[in-house]
């Protein structure tokens, strides 16, 4: 099971912490994902860590602004969210799993509930 927080209302430009809790499966065994969906959109890759926290993969509309990372002792992955814009806008998603390719949704098997974010202009 997942649980995202840190979502809330930010101004642009400004910056959020989304932090993705594991419990009840074997973490630091799976990939974790970052995924939103805006309003009327379809949901989209974000970010993703590979198991060992070495490999970080990021979609172009956010690189360089936000970072994601993740502490396997303490089961949690974190985006660092910065120079927030408001087509950042929407409710944020944390995903676990083994997909191939990590850009693509349905290759993971768990997801977390999810945390909305709103950025005004």
């Known amino acids: 099971q997942l649980q995202a927080s840190g979502g809330g209302l930010v101004q642009a430009g400004g910056s959020l912490r989304l932090s993705c809790a594991a419990s009840?499966?074997?973490?630091?065994?799976?990939?974790m994902g970052w995924f939103r969906r805006a309003p009327g959109k379809e949901r989209e890759f974000v970010a993703a860590?590979?198991?060992?926290?070495?490999?970080?993969f990021y979609a172009d509309s956010v690189k360089g602004r936000f970072a994601v990372s993740r502490d396997n002792a303490k089961n949690t992955v974190d985006l660092q969210m910065n120079s927030l814009k408001p087509e950042d806008t929407a409710v944020y998603y944390c995903?676990?799993?083994?997909?191939?390719?990590?850009?693509?949704?349905?290759?993971?098997?768990?997801w977390g509930q999810g945390t909305l974010v709103t950025v005004s202009s």
């Open positions: 860590i590979r198991t060992s926290g070495a490999s970080l």
């Open positions: 009840g499966v074997t973490y630091s065994r799976y990939d």
């Open positions: 995903a676990a799993g083994r997909p191939l390719d990590l850009r693509v949704p349905n290759l993971y098997a768990y």
